[in-house]
């Protein structure tokens, strides 16, 4: 078992294999646990509170880039795995800050998330690696 | 949001909003401003939360330019994703000229942050350590500032208006001449590279100026071929068939 680490979510790590259409690869089930453990403590969820997340949870110094972080938040709305909507902006202004696109875990990204390979249900984000 | 930003911090975030404008450039307009809304919301949030927690203004500035950095194959990806699924009127040609135009400007841009970071370093050691140097260096203290400042002035071009042809252009100009009048002054080659490798320029005389020289020339060199290889400014867009 190896710590799954930022640079090993990325989709573009040598060592990860091109992904098949329609499978879940490394960084959207982090995405999708990070977004259940928020949802599950009443936070909100947005682009920045995922990546704190994962980085907590793989106790990583670095904040997923926000190529990778956002690129595959897209792919996850896409495919029905999570769904977006932007915060009212009289939230934002209240708070003095620019308005959150705030996501939510859909019932096929929590069913995904829970019937993960046997290899990464084990652990959040420990996963087999060969 | 960047109220309370330092100047580096705020030329971090500048620097992001620039890369993220230009890889949305030409998609459909929902998608570039909500890619560029969510941005801007993360951008401040990290920056909030670097506040909050006392990272160093220097830090915070690097911690932002290297999320940014580490994305940038992704950025580029997710922007051929959209163009082929909103199916715009892009043809297979144009969108390899495009992508390619981009990673051209991305290296780039590498190449212009070093440079400038180079000359506003030398400038900025030079103000505080020696300032008489400076205002007596005379045409080539002018002309070394003039020389960053217009490498800036590329650097934000290339990212921004008027495009990135005109960005090399000017780089391509700049950015020797920085390297070239790096070593006037012995004051300003410790300042530029150190105590070692000033030792070994000044020791070795010739190796020093040729290590220089060929940076100047390099540099010149990669801009100009960027500046003829890119696509006129304002023709980085979609094309339509």
């Not at chain 2, 949030?45 to 006392?54: I, K």
């Not at chain 2, 921004?160 to 790096?182: C, D, I, K, Q, Y």
């Amino acid at each position: 078992m190896h710590l799954l680490t930022n640079r090993k979510l990325s989709s573009y790590s040598v060592s990860m294999a091109r992904r098949r259409e329609g499978q879940i690869i490394g960084i959207e089930y982090a995405i999708l646990d990070a977004a259940l453990a928020l949802q599950g403590d009443g936070a909100d969820v947005y682009g920045f509170s995922l990546a704190r997340r994962i980085a907590e949870v793989t106790d990583s110094s670095s904040l997923t880039a926000h190529g990778t972080l956002y690129k595959a938040l897209g792919r996850m709305v896409e495919r029905g795995l999570l769904e977006s909507s932007w915060e009212p902006a009289e939230s934002a202004e209240d708070a003095g800050r620019p308005r959150r696109r705030l996501y939510t875990v859909t019932a096929e990204g929590a069913r995904a998330a829970a019937s993960r390979p046997t290899a990464t249900a084990a652990g959040t984000v420990k996963v087999a690696l060969a | 949001m960047t109220r309370d930003a330092t100047r580096g911090e705020r030329l971090a975030l500048r620097m992001i909003e620039g890369w993220v404008r230009a890889y949305t450039r030409g998609l459909e307009r929902d998608v570039a401003d909500d890619r560029v809304a969510e941005l801007r919301s993360d951008l401040a949030e990290q920056h909030r939360h670097q506040r909050e927690t006392g990272t160093r203004p220097s830090f915070a500035a690097v911690a932002l330019l290297s999320r940014s950095a580490r994305g940038a194959a992704a950025d580029l990806a997710w922007r051929s994703r959209m163009v082929r699924a909103r199916r715009q009127p892009m043809t297979s040609r144009s969108l390899h000229e495009w992508t390619t135009g981009m990673r051209r400007v991305f290296w780039l841009l590498a190449v212009a942050v070093i440079t400038s970071a180079c000359g506003v370093f030398i400038l900025l050691r030079l103000a505080i350590l020696d300032a008489d140097a400076l205002a007596s260096g005379g045409w080539i203290a002018l002309a070394l500032t003039v020389a960053t400042m217009a490498d800036v002035a590329g650097l934000t071009m290339l990212v921004g208006r008027p495009g990135p042809r005109a960005g090399a252009m000017v780089l391509a100009v700049a950015s020797p001449v920085t390297f070239w009048l790096a070593d006037y002054a012995p004051a300003i080659s410790v300042a530029a590279f150190g105590t070692t490798l000033t030792a070994a320029i000044t020791g070795s005389g010739v190796v020093g100026l040729a290590i220089l020289a060929a940076a100047g020339s390099g540099s010149a060199w990669l801009f100009l071929r960027g500046a003829r290889r890119l696509p006129p400014d304002g023709n980085t867009s979609s094309r339509r068939e």
